[in-house]
């Protein structure tokens, strides 16, 4: 990770999900877990629109679970799913107005050794593809990042995105994405036809690789 890091401010995602899940890829996810900086880049998002998009979680109105993607901008919503393992979103839009992004994979970067731990994965000492495919393992799919950060609804659901004293943060640190595919979103029935799924093209990291030719287009 470069030095130069600036932290994302409220306003970045005082947007329309579809701007803020396009600006969110390239940046770095960190998380500080018992003394340790973990750290992913986020190579893949989900838009979800609010009220109005039948895949989203506010699509019903503001309830006690799904409050905090009614705002304000920039604050972690955390959902169990399958009754198996978490996921991790960020709200957007101004205060009162519901809409989020859905992390859906990340690059690995620092704290890598404690992530694959976490997720019960033993690293080879070499690289190689073998390596590689060890290391997507570890956050290529919204589940699998979780828990590699240790994220769960109990510990960070209305986290802080845009504090520097939280200890879940998204900072920029310069790196440019070069094109950008758009497809489907993933693993949903409702509004399942709209192309809200980001990633970042030709990184080995996002999930669901197989699904790639369906995509929508390249930008």
Do not use: W
């Not at 919503?77 to 107005?97: Q, R």
């Not at 994405?177 to 993933?186: E, G, K, L, N």
């Amino acid at each position: 990770m470069s030095p130069a890091t600036r932290q994302l401010r409220a306003t970045f995602f005082d947007r329309d999900p579809r701007v803020v899940a396009r600006a969110l890829l390239g940046k770095l996810l960190i998380r500080k877990l018992r003394g340790k900086v973990l750290a992913g880049r986020i190579v893949e998002t989900e838009a979800y629109l609010g009220e109005g998009d039948l895949a989203a979680h506010s699509a019903a109105g503001k309830t006690d679970r799904n409050s905090v993607l009614f705002g304000p901008p920039g604050y972690a919503y955390v959902y169990f799913i399958y009754g198996n393992y978490y996921c991790l979103n960020v709200s957007c839009l101004p205060d009162g107005v519901a809409g989020g992004v859905l992390f859906r994979a990340m690059e690995p970067v620092a704290g890598i050794d404690q992530m694959a731990e976490a997720r019960g994965i033993h690293l080879p000492a070499t690289g190689g593809a073998a390596k590689i495919a060890l290391l997507r393992k570890i956050s290529s799919g919204p589940g699998r990042m979780c828990e590699a950060l240790g994220v769960t609804r109990e510990r960070d659901n209305g986290k802080s995105f845009v504090s520097t004293r939280s200890d879940l943060r998204i900072v920029d640190d310069g790196y440019r994405v070069s094109r950008v595919m758009v497809t489907a979103r993933i693993g949903i029935t409702k509004s399942a036809d709209h192309p809200l799924r980001y990633l970042i093209e030709g990184n080995p990291f996002v999930s669901g690789t197989r699904l790639l030719r369906t995509a929508q287009g390249v930008a």
